[in-house]
């Protein structure tokens, strides 16, 4: 369990609430790290993912300037697929219906590849990393993960009418390797177009895969599209490590301490964490109090239209688990 910055201490403190309730067979290391902390806790952090494979964070609020820990946690980990599941959510009304998007992002290299530098004073450079390799990585994980969960097609996200080598190496990769998935529909979409079918028809899409900036961007759309970040929940995948966290990556700086957050996303990212863990009862639980007091209930914090303190989200979700449950 890595605490983060923000709103992350809170609802870690959450988590284990409801997983004590739940009676979940989980043991939590934590580990208070967070954008400040000093070197040895970051490492403590890295070493504690490598020994148990799987954890929970909060996010790190990356200040401009700064070298960010999220990244380098996700590539010192080879973190490299960050899935985030973004659909309608039960008794909570949007602008559009039937949305059901899961949203595949690589998440080692592109725009986020940590290359800049200063030719001379006032003219910068930022150098963006695609490559084959990573390239078709995430493009068998994308088809793979639609062929398990019976999802029928894939859309590939790029910029390959401007970005001819980058962007070009990158749908081509993915187009070559939907060859080898004939049973999953394959399309191909420039990212400015991708933004606005999805705003405009969220329903033609299924499963997308994109380079890293274009996934940071396309899935803040895709959870505004189905309640916000406050619905969404996500993981980063790699070949020996799961690290669970809310869908958008936000810390909630300015939320702290204030009793008004969105509890939700880190509960739902939890139900996946015990889902992930075999605990599938455990988690079906959490999650249906949780569609019961927003959908049934409507006990609401202020971004999904209602008024409700953030702990009394957490108290009612709870109470539900209690009655469901014991």
């Known amino acids: 369990m890595l605490t983060g910055d923000g709103l992350g201490p809170e609802f870690m403190g959450y988590v284990r609430e409801v997983y004590q309730l739940l009676g979940a067979q989980v043991d939590f290391e934590e580990i208070n790290v967070n954008q400040d902390c000093d070197e040895t806790t970051f490492l403590d952090a890295l070493l504690a993912m490598k020994r148990n494979g799987v954890g929970i964070k909060g996010n790190f609020a990356t200040e401009p300037g700064q070298s960010s820990r999220n990244l380098a946690l996700r590539v010192q980990l080879n973190l490299y697929a960050f899935v985030q599941h973004c659909r309608n959510f039960p008794g909570i009304k949007t602008r559009h219906d039937n949305v059901d998007i899961v949203i595949i992002r690589e998440n080692t290299e592109g725009e986020y590849s940590r290359l800049e530098h200063e030719n001379v004073p006032g003219v910068v450079e930022s150098l963006k990393l695609i490559t084959r390799e990573k390239s078709e990585r995430i493009a068998h994980f994308a088809f793979k993960y639609a062929v398990r969960h ?98 958008t990556r936000n810390s909630g700086r300015s939320l702290t301490g204030k009793d008004i957050a969105n509890p939700c996303a880190m509960l739902l990212t939890s139900a996946d964490l015990l889902e992930y863990l075999g605990h599938s009862a455990e988690s079906q639980v959490l999650r249906e109090a949780i569609i019961y007091v927003l959908g049934v209930q409507r006990i609401r914090t202020r971004d999904l239209g209602g008024d409700s303190p953030t702990h009394a989200v957490v108290q009612a979700v709870t109470k539900r688990i209690v009655e469901q449950w014991q």
């Open 150 to 247: 019976a999802r029928k097609k894939v859309t590939a996200v790029h910029k390959a009418n401007i970005m001819k080598l980058s962007d070009g190496l990158f749908l081509d990769t993915c187009s070559n390797v939907a060859k080898q998935y004939p049973n999953i529909e394959f399309d191909a979409m420039i990212i400015d177009n991708t933004c606005m079918q999805l705003v405009s028809k969220p329903q033609q899409f299924d499963v997308i895969v994109l380079p890293n900036l274009y996934g940071n961007i396309v899935g803040n759309i895709a959870a505004g599209l189905v309640g916000g970040a406050g619905l969404s929940s996500g993981v980063n995948l790699g070949l020996n490590n799961a690290l669970f966290e809310m869908g």
